[in-house]
């Protein structure tokens, strides 16, 4: 039971740091830094194979993928982009908006996993990948890999429907319960492609 206790803190901690890490980058220039650290803290917790505090361990994760800050400006300002015209496609009346949110709504979807997929290559496979095959290879997973890709965004969707219900819940629980969830998926994801693919890596 203190076993249960003690990771269920860890977890909790791990997310709230995702925030006050991806605050720090400005948002924009944490995303990616601050989500892959997430990713690896989670992974160490649920595997307990480190033993430091947990807010030592994220800020070394953090120093370690935060060579990533230009990536990560670039997609999040593709992500604030596509949810701004989506926003205002909305509140207009034109004729052709139900075909222009579709369009929208599809690639701020595509875009958001292809965010998890980049940030969970560089984490489980950072000797076979740098980022920029690590994000080539996240657009042919988005497409190769649907069904996964469409679990992703129900899992997703889930999430934000706990933050309309109770956001501070969401706060607290919604970042690694994402990345706690999508590891399990993924890494039978990944060990697929490099398998299929091992001539090219």
Request: aromatic share 18%.
């Amino acid at each position: 039971m203190e076993l249960i206790i003690t990771k269920l803190y860890q977890y909790v901690k791990a997310s709230l740091l995702f925030w006050i890490y991806l605050i720090r980058g400005f948002v924009v220039y944490g995303l990616v830094p601050a989500f892959c650290s997430l990713i690896a803290v989670t992974e160490d917790v649920k595997k307990d194979q480190d033993h430091e505090k947990i807010s030592v361990l994220f800020s070394r994760y953090y120093q370690k993928y935060n060579i990533f800050k230009l990536q990560s400006f670039l997609l999040s300002f593709l992500l604030i982009i596509t949810y701004n015209l989506l926003f205002f496609t909305v509140q207009s009346q034109g004729s052709y908006s139900l075909i222009v949110i579709f369009i929208l709504l599809y690639i701020l979807g595509i875009t958001i996993i292809v965010i998890t997929y980049t940030c969970s290559f560089l984490v489980f496979c950072p000797e076979k990948v740098n980022f920029k095959q690590a994000i080539a290879l996240a657009f042919v997973s988005t497409i190769k890999h649907f069904g996964v890709s469409i679990i992703l965004l129900c899992l997703l969707g889930l999430l934000f429907a706990i933050a309309g219900i109770n956001f501070l819940l969401f706060i607290f629980i919604a970042p690694v319960l994402y990345t706690y969830l999508i590891s399990f998926v993924i890494q039978v994801m990944i060990k697929r492609i490099f398998l299929i693919n091992k001539s090219l890596f």
